[in-house]
């Protein structure tokens, strides 16, 4: 009798464990019904017919990652490299990716191996580090297009790391040595360059300022000049002009005459204690005669003023 039941139980547990499946949020369920696509199930809580229905495949529809192995790759300048990456991908049609291909995770996986070894062997090792980006995307669009009818989305692939040879690196390493010194010589000879034009552009604005300079002390000397010579014009006009007006009055060509006398004398006496050696001029007796004369005249103004008193 317990045994019975005990079959009865077990059987009653099969049954619900048959008829009852919860499908979680992060997967989808693919049911057959007598080996043939029935349905697709999407999470919730479904009840299927015994022995007839069957939940075949379980599609993870999260975002998934694939680690590329490292893998050795020829480039286009004959270099020898290691190269891995990572690929992401997600189930867009559970039904094409349980029907279309046995394991989608590995084919995308070989798929991305060889389709990175393709795009690699285009390029040269240094475009690989420079132009990563246009690499990545050559690959995820290859892989893309392959990928579409098993109901898998390549959303992206990044290359994770390139490893060169010791040899290459250490030729790299060589050559990122001599292109620094090769930059730092032009750099040095460009800061040569520009400080002798510099300098030559400064003793050229001297040079200028210097001409400039002179050009305007010469201007300034002459207009100065000018204007001295035009104020002692101007003085000696009027010198001249109070001179004729003395003149015009009484006693003035007397006073004239003895004002020549007396500069005249004045000049003799200059010249004759400048010089070392002692001598007359010849016109000595002219003098005496200019001096008489004058005296003579005082005397006769004299005279013709007490006769006209």
Request: glycine content about 6%; some cysteine; hydrophobic content about 40%.
């Amino acid at each position: 009798m317990l045994s019975f039941l005990s079959g009865i139980i077990i059987f009653v547990c099969f049954l619900i464990l048959k008829t009852v499946i919860i499908v979680t949020e992060r997967e989808n369920v693919i049911i057959e019904r007598l080996g043939k696509y029935q349905r697709t199930l999407e999470p919730g809580i479904y009840f299927l017919i015994p022995f007839f229905d069957n939940a075949a495949y379980r599609q993870e529809m999260r975002e998934q990652v694939i680690d590329i192995p490292s893998q050795g790759v020829i480039t286009k300048d004959n270099i020898q490299v290691e190269v891995d990456g990572l690929l992401y991908l997600k189930v867009m049609d559970p039904k094409r990716a349980s029907y279309g291909i046995g394991n989608y995770l590995a084919a995308t996986n070989n798929l991305a191996q060889t389709t990175m070894r393709s795009e690699v062997g285009k390029i040269t090792l240094g475009a690989i580090f420079s132009e990563r980006e246009e690499v990545n995307a050559k690959i995820i669009s290859e892989i893309d297009k392959a990928s579409d009818p098993w109901g898998v989305k390549v959303l992206r692939y990044e290359i994770k790391d390139i490893s060169p040879s010791r040899h290459v690196v250490e030729t790299l390493e060589k050559q990122m040595e001599a292109e620094r010194e090769k930059r730092a010589e032009i750099t040095r000879a460009t800061a040569e360059k520009e400080k002798l034009i510099n300098v030559s552009q400064g003793q050229r604005q001297q040079a200028i300022n210097i001409s400039e300079g002179e050009k305007q002390k010469r201007i300034n000397e002459a207009k100065g000049k000018a204007e001295g010579i035009k104020l002692i014009a101007e003085s000696t006009a009027k010198s001249l002009a109070m001179v004729g007006e003395s003149i015009n009055l009484d006693g003035g060509h007397e006073a004239l005459k003895m004002r020549l006398v007396d500069q005249y004398i004045d000049q003799l006496d200059e010249v004759l204690h400048a010089g070392d050696v002692s001598l007359f001029p010849s016109n000595l007796a002219s003098l005496k005669g200019v001096i008489d004369e004058l005296k003579g005249n005082n005397s006769s103004t004299k005279g013709s003023n007490h006769v006209s008193r």
